[in-house]
């Protein structure tokens, strides 16, 4: 089975780091282009970050751009998002997802709280 296997997330402090996984299983994401995105209580979903498959470019929204890195792993099985300098409005579900043509994977979804 296709998945994509996200790890747990938690409680974090404000100005606290965290790095999120998100694992395929049953492919690798080579070729794929990878998003993370977010939901937060009573908005919508929205994009955080993407990792392009052609040449690894990088965006970011400008709510995380400087606190917040996208990355994948040499074996091209698992991307991260690494979050710093965490604020209390970063506090989401977060998803990661992965794109190719018409294929598309998400993950389980992660809570992140960021709270003192």
């Known amino acids: 089975q296709l998945q994509l296997v996200q790890s747990v997330g938690g409680l974090v402090q404000p100005g606290g780091s965290l790095r999120l996984s998100c694992a395929a299983s049953g492919f690798t994401l080579t070729s794929y282009a990878i998003g993370w995105f977010r939901q937060a209580p009573g908005k919508e979903r929205e994009g955080v970050s993407c990792?392009?498959?052609?040449?690894?470019?990088?965006n970011y929204a400008d709510s995380v751009k400087g606190r917040f890195t996208i990355s994948r792993d040499e074996a091209k099985t698992t991307v991260y998002l690494q979050m710093s300098n965490l604020k209390p409005e970063d506090t989401a579900v977060y998803y990661c997802?992965?794109?190719?043509?018409?294929?598309?994977?998400w993950g389980q979804g992660t809570q992140v709280t960021v709270s003192s």
């Open positions: 997802n992965a794109k190719l043509g018409g294929w598309s994977y």
């Open positions: 990792l392009s498959s052609s040449d690894n470019s990088t």
